[in-house]
């Protein structure tokens, strides 16, 4: 039998066979350019170059945690937004693997639930790869020199009634006290995240 004829098995990445590094506290952010919101607008890490705080989080069209969570966003982006804080959430999923996770699918998600920030495509999962989230919904927090500060989860549960500890808020709270950030890294939980 010739082994050099059979086809090689192609396997999605995962942590043992080198899927990208979750970036580490400390570690510079990376930037990122060209991303579609949902407006029809292109932006880059530079156009949040006037916020103190750039609260970037991978999330899902299709994954019920993400969509737990909008009231939480909307709510922490009306209250932190005046303080120098924006959140971008960024789709990295592919839309060619799961067709909900589709730009127009996008644009009517972010109508339907009434987003107040920025959600971005990552056509590629490029902004994925550079970050390395495992979660469709998880959190990184960078400080004004877009170095992470935080990373992990938003809160501790789901459901918002079962909510024990505020993490995201608490880490928000710490650096723009010029602290800092008392838990700065948690578990994130919600979907999988396949970064081809």
Known sequence: MNLEAIPQLQVAPDVSSGAPATLTIGGQGPSFDGLLDVDGERYAMADFAGHAILVLIFSSNRCPTAKAYT?????????????????????????????????????????????????LFDDGQYVARAYGP?????????????????????????????VTTHDLADALDDMLAGEPVRVPKTKPFGCSLDIL
């Not at 990295?92 to 339907?112: I, Q, W």
């Not at 992470?148 to 459901?159: C, I, W």
């Open 71 to 119: 009231d939480r966003l909307n709510e922490l982006q009306a209250k932190y937004g005046p303080h120098g804080v924006q959140l971008v959430m960024i789709n990295s999923n592919d839309p060619h693997l799961y067709p909900e996770e589709s730009y127009a699918r996008m644009v009517s998600l972010s109508r339907e639930m009434g987003y107040t920030f920025p959600y």
């Open 134 to 162: 495992t979660r469709t919904f998880h959190v990184f927090a960078l400080d004004r020199e877009r170095r992470l500060r935080y990373e992990g989860r938003f809160d501790d549960a789901r459901v918002a009634a079962s």
